[in-house]
């Protein structure tokens, strides 16, 4: 499954950031799980971006 672009990523996070409201809105409303809104919000705040990490781990 291919990482949700930056521009929806900057997207989730400002909605967040101006709009009174809760995680489990925003996950509904942008049709994505409370986790990955929790972890983007995460991302934000401890790297100060929200691009999309490196997937997988196989050796």
């Given at each position: 499954?291919?990482?949700?672009s930056i521009d929806f990523r900057e997207k989730v ?29 995460k991302q934000k705040k401890m ?13």
């Open positions: 499954m291919k990482p949700y996070v400002k909605a967040y950031e101006q709009e009174n409201t809760s995680i489990r809105k925003l996950a509904t409303r942008f049709d994505v799980s409370k986790a990955f809104v929790q972890r983007l919000l790297k100060g971006h929200v691009k999309p990490e490196k997937q997988g781990g196989s050796l």
